[in-house]
């Protein structure tokens, strides 16, 4: 190997090493650490981020990097070195176009934002979190000034979340979607609704982390390189390739959440732990975007977790855990019930036939605002309206409604759109997979998942993150991301459900 | 302040995060990592360590530290900034004498003997891990050289965890301590030993774990600063002077063993969370060196929980919880019980009349060894001869003898005697506590452990790493570090359960 790569690679372990001490740091925040650790916490976290942007963004890793781009300027464009080297070009340039003082501005304006939010929340008033969200918007403004002149500014900021991605492209994606999706959620208005009565009865906590486990266990978590602890808001991290670990949390007025939670982070976690393991330590290791990653996380969740063959499966043996709940409740009851389509105010909460309308709303007044076209003061009437548009609710207060979610007060935007399109490409996925594997529902009726697994390895989890997001897509199925196998499934599925 | 103080203290609190965040890899890796996350672990430890030990030897906080020493040089010796610039320049010029090259060289040695040791135990066979302990004491030869010449070589190793201590003065305390502790022995021995089978029956670990909180809790300790967890060798760590952690163990056929180690960390555990909040992120906060430490966690564990007094209080609760096995047991005859006396191979197993002997023998061997006089491959024979001698038992194999300490193997000497040193300052606090608080058994037998808690804090705790541990035990009792008051203790105790 090039000593000069050999060099550069030996600075990234070392970067590497400090974000994943990093994460293990906010990994404890979330689930262990006592009350008194918080501003210690908070210090430790913003010394060792300091240090690692400093490392990183060193004039000896510039250096290098110039150095090596010019060393494999005519290396086969997919082999790990130039990926690496392209990758990291991306992460540098990010890190090295934003000036130091902004970011410790970012951080004293975020800090106070979340505060505020957090009280603006408790009190369901606006007003109180109004000011910050404007600097916000401010901010992020200029993040792009930062960067040379995109084709729409928030392509600057979606690219932080989907390398390569374009407004246009996502707008496009979401255009082809909307109507189909309100369209269907009519269709589905109009008939009886299912019963889910049921699911929200007290259900025994430990029981039930136990059979999360056990699903987790069936879809092939590796338990010697991961765990699954509780935290309020479930979540994956990893400090290695072979330290991948998923939270959940149990909800007392609707406890088979919890499955469905360790489902999705079973998917998240499955992702980083099929990295190649010669990326460890590299900036190559770890899944390639949030939307790539939330396909998985969404596909394990929905499209094997919510599906009637997994259920065929695994019901019996729910029963026997839950007799008093379940035991006299017919599978299809029970199927129907888990897959129960409503509109319903908060978007954590949302089913997969409403969720994405929850994100586009989110993301035309993210555009609006940093276009400049929509202002602050505006956007609980701005919200509200959407929602009846979109859903036919209207929030009673902004807690419901344009405070939900905490990401704005973070700093972040850009970022909702990949929850949307993560549920695309799950379905984009699945259909190239039922292609490949046409028995999938006959393995699930017997609990077999790890055909589908070695598929997802071989084609997505083992290249961490060398493909931009598009690309990947694009490489696996033939296609850029596209709307259409989504809105399949779903007609699909909520035929059989409601009878459309 | 002074701007330049202001500076160090900066620096140093940068420092301090790295280490706060490198001891929380450490707990993690003892508690809830998975076996997967070993290797990466590894290199997050190390690349932290040296990025810590790169910032705090560097020639910017040498030049803050002359200067500042010079500015204060007519100040108050007792003001916290005089102290802070003392403690900093012990542990700086601790740092900066050793070459880093001489670091890494450590650090590869004991990685190898620490393996060599696990195998070497396993298989009760020494001639593994004997060219591993002679490159162990070779470094720690080498390690002394680095060090202005010192009354003794073995002065420099124990200057590392208990500043400004002389070899001679450890001498000089154990020499007094030694014979009585023997005679003590043999008057023990020659008595009707006392019963402990109902220590050695099943006990639920959840109930036992549950009543070791609810003791924690009555020590003081604080649920909001801290939290209990299990690890295979139990241990106190913090993060923070409000994140303090303890872990504990059961033992299967010695269930009891994890009330008194919960006692145990939690008067380490207290120690830390009663810095002086004014020292958070400097190195005057925690412990002043591992035997104070020691004498608080002795204390809580002997002086406290193993006397009449606390379990006049306790046992009620306990034999509620434990009907089966000690509903029908006197008092009387549970307090001997969990008081036996008897010689025993294993250290950590022994009894507070026996403990001290271990360390004796040891020490002798580590003075030995670094003086040149006691060679490794003598040390078998050596040790068991010792046994003989000081307990009146001899080691079936090496692995129940000479290989049972993992602490040579990691490269420490110097430290064994810390914890000896630490059962005899507890007795020598003891003293003065109950002269100040003469009712203190009657608190105790009310489940009061305040009036006890507040003395040390504002005798010792509060004062974190400010005074040597000499000065401090001068400070508080009046007398240096002394043997008297321990076998005083010991005497008193014995005679009452021996009927000596």
């Known amino acids: 190997m090039s000593e000069k790569l050999e060099q550069l690679k030996t600075l990234l372990a070392e970067v590497a090493d400090l974000n994943n001490a990093q994460a293990l740091l906010g990994w404890d925040q979330q689930t262990y650490m006592p009350p008194g650790g918080n501003d210690a916490r908070g210090n430790q976290l913003a010394t060792i981020g300091k240090i690692s942007h400093q490392k990183f963004t060193s004039d000896k890793i510039g250096q290098l990097l110039g150095d090596l781009e010019k060393e494999f300027a005519g290396a086969d464009a997919d082999s790990d070195e130039v990926r690496l080297l392209k990758v990291t070009r991306h992460e540098y340039d990010q890190a090295t176009r934003v000036p130091a003082d902004f970011v410790a501005e970012f951080a004293v304006v975020t800090t106070k934002a979340f505060e505020a939010w957090v009280e603006a929340r408790k009190k369901s008033d606006f007003s109180i979190f109004q000011p910050h969200l404007e600097k916000v918007v401010e901010l992020n403004q200029r993040y792009v000034s930062f960067f040379p002149p995109a084709d729409h500014p928030y392509d600057v900021l979606l690219d932080q979340y989907e390398r390569g991605m374009k407004t246009a492209d996502v707008k496009e994606i979401f255009d ?4 189909q999706q309100v369209e269907l959620l009519q269709a589905i208005a109009e008939q009886p609704q299912v019963d889910d009565d049921f699911l929200h009865v007290e259900y025994d906590e430990q029981k039930m982390w136990d059979f999360s486990e056990v699903i987790a266990s069936k879809f092939g978590y590796d338990w010697e390189r991961g765990r699954q602890d509780k935290s309020a808001h479930p979540f994956t991290t990893g400090f290695s390739i072979n330290d991948v670990r998923i939270t959940t949390r149990f909800e007392e007025d609707n406890p088979t959440v919890m499955l469905f939670s360790t489902m999705h982070e079973t998917g998240h976690g499955l992702y980083e732990l099929g990295s190649n393991q010669a990326y460890e330590r590299t900036p190559l290791a770890g899944g390639t975007s949030l939307a790539v990653h ?6 394990w969740e929905n499209l094997v977790g919510r599906s009637l063959p997994f259920w065929e499966y695994f019901y019996p043996e729910f029963q026997k855990l839950f007799p008093g709940q379940v035991g006299n409740l017919d599978l299809d009851t029970f ?3 888990i897959n129960k389509v409503e509109s319903s105010l908060i978007r954590v909460n949302a089913d997969e036939a409403t969720y994405n309308m929850h994100i586009m709303l989110r993301l035309e007044l993210e555009i609006g605002m940093v276009e400049g076209a929509v202002k602050a003061k505006d956007l609980p009437e701005l919200w509200n309206a959407k929602m009846e548009e979109y859903l036919g609710i209207t929030p009673p207060n902004d807690a419901k409604g344009v405070l939900q979610d905490v990401h704005w007060s973070y700093g972040s935007m850009g970022y909702f759109s990949t929850y949307a399109l993560g549920n695309l490409i799950s379905a984009q996925l699945w259909e190239k997979i039922a292609a490949d594997i046409p028995d999938l529902p006959e393995q699930f009726r017997k ?6 697994l070695a598929w997802l390895r ?3 989890h083992v290249h961490g993150s ?3 997001p598009q690309e990947m897509v694009q490489r696996v199925t033939g296609s850029k991301i596209d709307a259409a196998p989504y809105v399949r499934y779903l007609k699909q599925k909520y ?4 009878g459309l």
């Open 294 to 299: 939330e396909s998985q996380s969404r596909m």
């Open 335 to 337: 199927y129907k019930g």
């Open 458 to 460: 071989e084609k997505i």
């Open 176 to 179: 082809a979607l909307r109507p």
């Open 447 to 452: 609990g077999e998942f790890g055909a589908l």
């Open 495 to 498: 035929s059989d459900i409601y």
């Open 466 to 468: 060398k493909f931009e």
